[in-house]
């Protein structure tokens, strides 16, 4: 089972800014869409971006976080970034980022999977 691994996660005060970063060392990113979804306790998970494989590059956001997060990928570093400012208390959650071969914020439509990393707003 191939890894991706998570990190940037941390507390924040509202209205701060973090950078999550994706990378793993067995997938080579560009060949996939990658996905951030993110889970707050008792809530169901949700898909909030995502980036189709470098041919195309094209992007999708869930409308709570348009214009205050931006995904992006840095090929050479193997790494998918989610750039994150302005945040809100209702954006802590665990955040994961995901593979797969089609550009969707649906979780069903990726095959591998991080572990997580814990973001926390509050003052």
């Known amino acids: 089972q191939p890894q991706l691994v998570e990190s940037g996660g941390g507390l924040v005060r509202p209205g701060g800014s973090l950078t999550l970063s994706c990378t793993s060392s067995e997938l080579t990113l560009n060949y996939y869409t990658v996905g951030w979804f993110r889970q707050a306790p008792g809530k169901e998970r949700e898909g909030i971006s995502c980036i189709s494989d470098s041919e195309d590059s094209s992007t999708d956001y869930v409308d709570s976080v348009k214009g205050r997060f931006t995904i992006s990928r840095d090929n050479a570093k193997n790494t998918v970034y989610l750039q994150m400012n302005n945040l809100k208390p209702e954006d802590t959650a665990v955040y994961y980022c995901?593979?797969?071969?089609?550009?969707?914020?649906?979780?069903?439509?990726?095959?591998?999977w991080g572990q997580g990393t814990q973001v926390t707003v509050s003052s």
């Open positions: 995901a593979v797969g071969p089609w550009a969707s914020l649906s979780g069903d439509e990726y095959d591998y």
